[in-house]
C-alpha cells in the first residue's frame, strides 16, 4: 500500500498576530468588534523575527516501594511566550511604523490573539480559530543597532491569565 503524504500548510503568510485591548469573554473573541476595534493594532507586519507561544508541564512523580520505575502525572502547566521583536520609528509618533511601538507600552494589558493557517490577507471572520492569551507588557527596549538592517525593539510579554487555545472567533 503506498504512503499518503498528508498536505500541509506553509508558515510563511499564513499567520497573523493582534494586540487586542479588550476582549470580554477569552473562548469566543468577536472578529469584527474586538480584534477588529480602531484600538487593536495587527502586529504581524512588525515584527522582525518569528513569535510563539510553548507550554510545558512539569511532573508529578509518584514513587513507590514496590515498583522499579517511577510514575507520573501531569503537574503544573506554564506557558512561555516569545519576545516580540518589532520594527519601530519613534522620531514620528503617529507614524504607522511606530504602530506597534506606541500600542505595546509598559504595563500595558491586552490579548495577543495569534492565528494559523489562513492568509495573512484574510480578515477576521467568525468562525476562524485563534490562540488568545492575556498579557501584561513587562518591558520593551531598544536593540543595539546593527549594520545593514533597520531599528528592532523587543517587547516582552507575560500570561496574566489562563492561554486560550483553538478558541472560534465569534461575530
Given at each position: ?23 470580554a ?6 472578529a ?22 510553548s ?27 516569545q ?44 468562525s ?44
Open positions: 500500500m503506498p504512503t499518503t503524504v498528508p498536505a500541509a500548510t506553509p508558515s510563511d503568510g499564513y499567520f497573523r498576530l493582534w494586540w487586542v485591548t479588550t476582549i469573554s477569552v473562548i469566543a473573541p468577536k469584527a468588534t474586538e480584534i477588529g476595534a480602531a484600538s487593536s493594532v495587527d502586529l504581524t507586519c512588525y515584527l522582525k523575527e518569528p513569535w510563539g507561544a507550554t510545558s508541564v512539569e511532573p508529578v512523580e509518584d514513587w513507590r516501594a514496590c515498583l522499579r520505575t517511577v510514575l507520573a502525572t501531569p503537574g503544573t502547566t506554564k506557558t512561555d511566550l519576545d516580540l521583536i518589532i520594527t519601530h520609528k519613534v522620531q514620528v509618533a503617529g507614524d504607522t511604523a511606530n504602530k506597534a511601538y506606541a500600542a505595546l507600552t509598559v504595563n500595558a494589558q491586552g490579548y495577543l490573539v495569534a492565528r494559523y493557517g489562513v492568509d495573512v490577507d484574510t480578515a477576521a471572520a467568525a476562524q480559530i485563534v490562540d488568545v492569551f492575556p498579557v501584561t507588557v513587562a518591558s520593551r527596549d531598544k536593540l543595539p543597532i546593527e549594520r545593514n538592517s533597520q531599528l528592532k525593539a523587543k517587547v516582552t510579554v507575560m500570561l496574566r491569565d489562563v492561554a486560550n487555545y483553538d478558541v472560534t472567533m465569534a461575530t
